[in-house]
RNA sequence: GUGAGUGUAGCUCAGUCGGCAGAGCACCAGGUUGUGGCCCUGGGGGUCGUGGGUUCAAGUCCCAUCACUCACCCCA
C-alpha cells in the first residue's frame, strides 16, 4: 500500500524534541500560577468572523493565512491563528466579564496559519499565551512583561533582547497617521516598495515597520509615536519604563515596532533573538483596551502575549529525559509472571522503569539495557526463580549482586532515589 | 503568493568522463555454559523520490511531477 504523507508545515514530536515541548509547558505552569494566572483552555474552532473582527480584515492573517472553511451546515469556521480573540470571546460568555475585578488567563495549545514553512515558522505551531482584563494600569503591563521575562528566564535562555513601544490610543494615534501620511506623501513613491506605496494610505503605521531597504531609509527620518503620545499615553508608556528599570528587564526602546494584529495600542513589546533563523520573534506581545467591546462585551482593557513554542525550542539546549532507574532483563519464560509482578511493584514505589518482554542471552539483554541508558538492570532467570532473588546490577559501576525478591525496593534504594520529574 | 537549493541504506552523506550500488554511524549475531560499554569478526538491509525521454548502457544527461529545506513576505 501507498504511503500517506503528512500535511505540509504539520509535524510529528519525537522525543527528544517531545521532551523540550513537557519542559516549556511544565515552566508555563510553574512561572504563570505563582503569577495568578489560571489555565484557559478554548476552542481550537470559532467562528471566522470572531478572527475577522478582532485581527482586523486589513491584516495579511485574515486576508491570506487562515484556515477557513464552510461546515455541514455551511457556516464559515476558522482554525484559531492566535489566542487572544479566543480567549476574549470566552471571557466575555464568562460571568467573569461581567463580576468586576481583574481576570488573569495563560493558554497552551496550537495555532494555525496557512503560510509557506521555514525555520521557525509551520502551519500547525504551538503557543503560550497569557492575557490579563480589567486593568487599565502601567503597573499591569509591567507586571505581565516581567512574567513573560521570567519564564525565560526559567527556561535558561540567554541572548534575548526585549523591545518595547507605544502605539497611542484612539485619541492620539488619529493625530499621528495624518501627520505620518503626510510625511510619507512628501517622499518621493519610487523610494517605497510595493506593499508600501498602497500601505502609505490605508495602514501608514505599517510602513515604520517594513524591511525594505529603501523604506528603512526613508522611514529613518519618519515622525514617531512616541513624540506625538497624548498625555495619557505618554505617562501610561512612562511609567511602564519606569517600573521595568526598576526590576532590571533590560529593553530597547523601537519606536518602529508595530504589531501586525490590529487590535493593539498603547504598549506592545517583542522579545527577539538573533539565533533562530529569520524569523526573530520569540514572543510579542501588547495592550488591546477596545479588544472586549468591539467583540460584543463590556468595556473592559486588556494586554497580554504569545510566545512561540517551536523558537523557543530552537533555543533549548541540553534538554534530555531522565534516564530510566532501571531495566528488568528476563532470563527464562517461567519468570515472566514474577518479573511483570516485580516491575509493576517498582512503578508503584516511584521508580521509573521497563522489562524486556522477549527471551534472550545476558549479553543482549545488558547491550539493551546499556544502549537505554537505565541506571540498573535487574536479572531474574532460573536461578533467582529458585532462591526468590533478583540480581541488580548497577549499570555506572558495574556492581552486580543478589537480593532477595522481597527487597527489590530498597536494592534499588541505596542506589539512588526515585525521581520526581521528567528532565 | 514569489525565488533558490536538495532528494542514493534507519541516520549523515560519497558516487569522477554515462560502464557491477558505496562508506561512516546505527541495528542484529558471534568472539564467554548467564554479564553491557572499548575492541575484533561476520550479517541483514536499496523502487538511487516518482513518471517519461536520450543511449548498447542512466544514480549520473534531458523533460515533467511530487516531497522536503531555506529565503522573501508575514509573524510567534
Do not use: W
Given at each position: 500500500m501507498s504511503r500517506i504523507n503528512k500535511i505540509k508545515g504539520f509535524f510529528d514530536l519525537f522525543p527528544p524534541e517531545s521532551t523540550s515541548y513537557m519542559f516549556m509547558e511544565d515552566k508555563a505552569r510553574e512561572i504563570f500560577l505563582k503569577y495568578s494566572y489560571q489555565e484557559l483552555r478554548t476552542p481550537i474552532l470559532e467562528q471566522t468572523e470572531l478572527f475577522a473582527r478582532s485581527i482586523g480584515q486589513e491584516t495579511d492573517v485574515v486576508q491570506k493565512e487562515m484556515y477557513t472553511f464552510p461546515d455541514r451546515k455551511g457556516r464559515s469556521l476558522t482554525m484559531r491563528p492566535e489566542a487572544t480573540a479566543g480567549v476574549i470571546r470566552a471571557f466575555i460568555d464568562s460571568p467573569a466579564s461581567s463580576s468586576g475585578g481583574v481576570s488573569r488567563f495563560f493558554t497552551l495549545g496550537p495555532m494555525f496559519r496557512y503560510e509557506r514553512p521555514q525555520k521557525g515558522r509551520a502551519r500547525q505551531f504551538h503557543q503560550v499565551n497569557a492575557e490579563m482584563l480589567g486593568e487599565d494600569s502601567p503597573y499591569a503591563d509591567a507586571e505581565i512583561i516581567s512574567m513573560l521575562w521570567a519564564y525565560l528566564q526559567a527556561l535558561g535562555l540567554q541572548e534575548m533582547t526585549l523591545e518595547i513601544n507605544s502605539l497611542g490610543c484612539p485619541l492620539c494615534r488619529p493625530g499621528f497617521d495624518t501627520e505620518l501620511k503626510h510625511f510619507l506623501a512628501g517622499n518621493d513613491p519610487e523610494v517605497f516598495c510595493e506593499d508600501c506605496r498602497r500601505r502609505s494610505d490605508s495602514n501608514p503605521l505599517r510602513v515604520l515597520d517594513c524591511k525594505a531597504s529603501g523604506c528603512r531609509d526613508m522611514v529613518a527620518g519618519a515622525p514617531r509615536i512616541v513624540d506625538n503620545l497624548c498625555q495619557g499615553c505618554k505617562e501610561h508608556f512612562d511609567k511602564v519604563l519606569e517600573i521595568l528599570n526598576s526590576f532590571n528587564i533590560p529593553f530597547k526602546l523601537n519606536p518602529f515596532l508595530v504589531r501586525g494584529l490590529d487590535y493593539y495600542q498603547r504598549t506592545t513589546f517583542e522579545v527577539i533573538s538573533d539565533d533562530i533563523g529569520s524569523q526573530s520573534a520569540v514572543a510579542g506581545g501588547g495592550r488591546y483596551d477596545g479588544l472586549v467591546k468591539d467583540l460584543g462585551g463590556p468595556e473592559i482593557p486588556g494586554i497580554g502575549f504569545a510566545c512561540g513554542m517551536e523558537r523557543l525550542a530552537l533555543l533549548l539546549r541540553g534538554i534530555r529525559?531522565?534516564?530510566?532507574?532501571?531495566?528488568?532483563?528476563?532470563?527464562?519464560?517461567?519468570?515472566?509472571?514474577?518479573?511483570?509482578?516485580?516491575?509493576?511493584?517498582?512503578?508503584?514505589?516511584?521508580?521509573?522503569?521497563?522489562?524486556?518482554?522477549?527471551?534472550?542471552?545476558?549479553?543482549?539483554?545488558?547491550?539493551?539495557?546499556?544502549?537505554?541508558?537505565?541506571?540498573?538492570?535487574?536479572?531474574?532467570?532460573?536461578?533467582?526463580?529458585?532462591?526468590?532473588?533478583?540480581?541488580?546490577?548497577?549499570?555506572?559501576?558495574?556492581?552486580?549482586?543478589a537480593v532477595s525478591q522481597d527487597d527489590v525496593e530498597q536494592a534499588l534504594g541505596l542506589v539512588f532515589q526515585p525521581r520526581n520529574n521528567n528532565f
Open positions: 529525559e531522565k534516564p530510566l532507574d532501571f531495566y528488568l532483563a528476563v532470563l527464562h519464560q517461567d519468570a515472566m509472571h514474577k518479573a511483570m509482578q516485580l516491575v509493576q511493584r517498582l512503578r508503584g514505589k516511584g521508580y521509573h522503569g521497563e522489562m524486556g518482554f522477549k527471551i534472550r542471552s545476558v549479553k543482549s539483554h545488558l547491550r539493551q539495557a546499556n544502549k537505554k541508558k537505565v541506571k540498573t538492570c535487574l536479572l531474574l532467570g532460573l536461578d533467582e526463580m529458585q532462591k526468590n532473588q533478583v540480581q541488580v546490577k548497577d549499570m555506572s559501576t558495574g556492581v552486580q549482586r
